[in-house]
């Protein structure tokens, strides 16, 4: 059991490295091209006819692509109030089971989502449907929300198993209250 701990973490963390740095490179980049845009239009009063689409479509893939870091984070929904309601009435076992419910419910969407919306990725990339501009393929897009998709529904995989384990040790019963959670 220790061992998949151990190999989850640094997944979890290998994970965290390289999509973290991705999203923010591009987030960055998008953001700085966003201000370009927006002086040319402004004060030169020209535009690039694809800058628009550009832009939105680069922030919802940055932002796609950080769901799963936030999930390894456990970020997502964070109700901090509930948790402590339930620690201070000492109802570990009951935090332990949610936590397994929440981490299980995670991946089932996600993995739902992800796993259905290939075929439209695929639809996209045979038909050449294009973005508004009609410059930027749509396909890319949305691979980049299935990626998203699919590395928050791998990750809530990887947390649901881990739960199930700290529950089968007993970690939920000493009371600690990770207050980065999930449920």
């Not at 009951?94 to 259905?116: E, N």
């Not at 970690?171 to 600690?176: A, I, N, V, Y």
Request: charged content about 15%.
């Amino acid at each position: 059991m220790n061992a998949f701990l151990d190999f989850s973490q640094n997944l979890q963390s290998i994970i965290d490295k390289i999509f973290s740095k991705i999203a923010g490179i591009l987030l960055i980049s998008t953001l700085l091209f966003a201000l370009v845009e927006i002086t040319r239009r402004y004060i030169f009063s020209v535009v690039f006819q694809w800058g628009q689409d550009a832009v939105i479509y680069a922030m919802v893939s940055s932002i796609a692509l950080y769901i799963g870091i936030t999930q390894i984070k456990r970020g997502h929904l964070v109700m901090s109030a509930a948790l402590e309601l339930l620690n201070a009435y000492k109802y570990y076992r009951t935090i332990g089971i949610l936590k397994i419910f929440v981490s299980l419910s995670t991946f089932m969407f996600c993995g739902s989502l992800a796993a259905t919306g290939w075929p439209t990725v695929f639809k996209s990339f045979l038909r050449d449907t294009k973005t508004e501009s009609l410059t930027f393929d749509l396909w890319m897009f949305q691979f980049m929300l299935m990626l998203g998709l699919g590395i928050m529904a791998v990750i809530a995989l990887l947390q649901t198993i881990e739960d199930i384990i700290h529950y089968i040790q007993g970690k939920h019963l000493d009371g600690k209250l990770d207050l980065v959670s999930d449920v």
